[in-house]
């Protein structure tokens, strides 16, 4: 029922037949019946737009993403457009042609969905598991820091640098992220850091 | 030489994106013109044409007594500062009434007793014309207050009409600088409910977001993605007619935490669309809408009883 309606007048001007909507009580009551009629086979569609935050730079573009069903009703969703978020104060719906890209990056053919591993001596990549991709990444770095770690300089001071590893992070990171990995690369000596991935 | 050593710098105008307007304020001469014309549009063809026809004729009678009515009164500035200090809009709706008000809605009864109509809404609109000064009162509290009698639907209808004449000539002297947001779902002018929201593409606010008054026809902005009825963020989805692949430029915006939707129209997809006449010839959604569990919370005085 709807809550604007209530029964509680008795004023002349109430008409003799007394029907449930504006519709029926003006009179064009055959008219609600044909589009009653004509939408009865249709089906709603579900669409959802998301926010979220273009993940190419640090400006941190506010982005909408438009998609085709819902996964909160457990369908499954298809990204139909991105566009740029008109409420978010740094962007205020603009992107760059990177960020106006976004809809492709997600469906490319060659996005990289999982850990890919080109060993030595190969053109071909192979897919491995994310516990194979981090043993094997620390097991290299270890070996790595092991043999060009510089603990002191030349005069003897300390200096604890590790310059043969570069380290390049991701941008649309929150601020603790951005924190604990500074820590972690800089405790490692890493010198060759980028927490904004300027791609 | 310019004097620029005094500019001072403004790094938030690189760019030069404009942050969208917070109100639209209605031009009362334009809009009902516009309206008509949208209902004439969509007309054609559609299972309602008939209701569409009739709504065009009202829409253009709301046109033509916009035009020939005296001034509408202002809004005093005082009134506009002690309102954004109390963050209350600046028309009180209580105090709608007297002669002018009136004449309005006698003016409207007047030009749609021409109107082609069936015999119901025939009916209404005479007992209207013979109504006195105190059943139009009644009439105009129960418009205003949003609790409208179920056996004066049709009375409603050309109350309503006349108001959202008086109001929509009466916010557009509103400050559209001075307004504040009142509360979510709430007319910043008047104090009203929306009819539905907008996605604009008018130059300075593309792909903004505008709420739609149902009785002055101011629009305010709302962020998107957003429940307008109340104001959660979480569980809001979208639902339109599944016509064709063709994504639909009328959508159901839902809410999964109160339960309820308002249409949300794409007027950057298609910008002839009008918040009234689009509202009532997409019915068809709202009774696809029934069978599901959320609730119209749009006010719709065309379209009551969904």
Redesign the interface.
């Known amino acids: 029922m709807n809550m604007e309606l209530s029964r509680r007048s008795f004023l002349k001007v109430a008409g003799a037949g007394v029907a449930g909507t504006t519709l029926g009580s003006m009179g064009f009551g055959d008219a609600e019946a044909a589009v009653a009629a004509h939408v009865r086979p249709f089906k709603l569609a579900t669409t959802t737009e998301t926010r979220n935050t273009c993940t190419y730079c640090s400006v941190a573009c506010g982005i909408l993403i438009y998609s085709k069903g819902d996964v909160r009703k457990g369908e499954t969703a298809v990204i139909t457009h991105i566009e740029g978020d008109a409420d978010h104060p740094t962007n205020r719906g603009t992107l760059c042609p990177k960020g106006a890209a976004l809809k492709d990056f997600v469906h490319a053919p060659t996005r990289l969905k999982y850990p890919m591993i080109r060993k030595a001596g190969t053109d071909k990549f192979e897919r491995a598991s994310w516990d194979q991709a981090l043993d094997r990444i620390a097991r290299l770095m270890k070996d790595d820091r092991d043999a060009n770690f510089i603990a002191k300089n030349e005069k003897g001071v300390p200096v604890n640098r590790w310059t043969t590893v570069g380290f390049l992070a991701a941008s649309a990171t929150s601020n603790e992220t951005a924190y604990a990995t500074y820590k972690v690369v800089r405790s490692a000596g890493i010198v060759a850091f980028d927490n904004q991935a300027r791609v | 030489m310019s004097d620029t050593h005094t500019i001072q710098p403004d790094p938030s105008a690189i760019?030069g994106?404009?942050?969208?307007p917070f109100a639209l304020l209605p031009d009362a001469s334009r809009l009902f013109a516009r309206r008509a014309e949208r209902f004439d549009g969509l007309a054609p063809g559609s299972?309602?044409?008939?209701?569409l026809h009739?709504l065009a004729e009202i829409s253009r009678a709301q046109s033509d007594i916009a035009n020939d009515l005296p001034p509408a009164e202002p809004i005093l500035a005082e009134v506009t500062e002690r309102s954004r200090t109390g963050q209350m809009p600046p028309i009180d709706r209580s105090s709608v009434s007297g002669g002018q008000v009136r004449a309005t809605l006698r003016a409207l009864f007047e030009k749609a007793d021409a109107i082609e109509?069936?015999?119901?809404?025939a009916?209404?609109l005479a007992?209207?014309r013979q109504?006195d000064d105190a059943?139009l009162d009644?009439?105009i509290r129960?418009a205003l207050s949003?609790?409208?009698?179920?056996?004066?639907?049709?009375?409603?209808?050309f109350v309503s009409a006349g108001l959202q004449v008086h109001m929509a000539r009466w916010a557009g002297g509103a400050d559209a600088t001075r307004l504040v947001p009142v509360s979510v779902g709430v007319c910043p002018v008047c104090g009203g409910k929306p009819i539905a929201s907008m996605v604009v593409g008018v130059m300075g606010?593309?792909?903004?977001?505008y709420c739609v008054c149902s009785c002055c026809a101011t629009q305010w902005n709302e962020?998107?993605?957003k429940c307008v009825t109340c104001g959660s963020t979480k569980?809001?989805?979208?639902?339109?007619?599944?016509?064709d692949d063709r994504?639909?430029t009328v959508?159901a915006e839902v809410c999964?935490e109160c339960g309820s939707y308002v249409k949300i129209l794409y007027a950057n997809k298609n910008p002839s669309l009008d918040p009234v006449a689009d509202d009532v010839a997409s019915?068809?959604?709202d009774?696809?809408?029934r069978d599901?569990e959320y609730?119209?919370a749009a006010?719709n005085?065309?379209?009551?009883?969904?």
């Open positions: 760019g994106v404009p942050k969208a299972d309602l044409a008939a209701y009739f109509k069936p015999e119901q809404a009916t209404a007992a209207l109504a059943t009644t009439l129960d949003d609790a409208i009698p179920v056996e004066t639907l049709a009375a409603n209808l606010a593309e792909g903004a977001r962020v998107r993605v569980g809001v989805g979208y639902r339109s007619v599944a016509e994504d639909a959508k999964d019915l068809g959604l009774l696809l809408m599901t609730r119209r006010l005085p065309y379209l009551l009883g969904y």
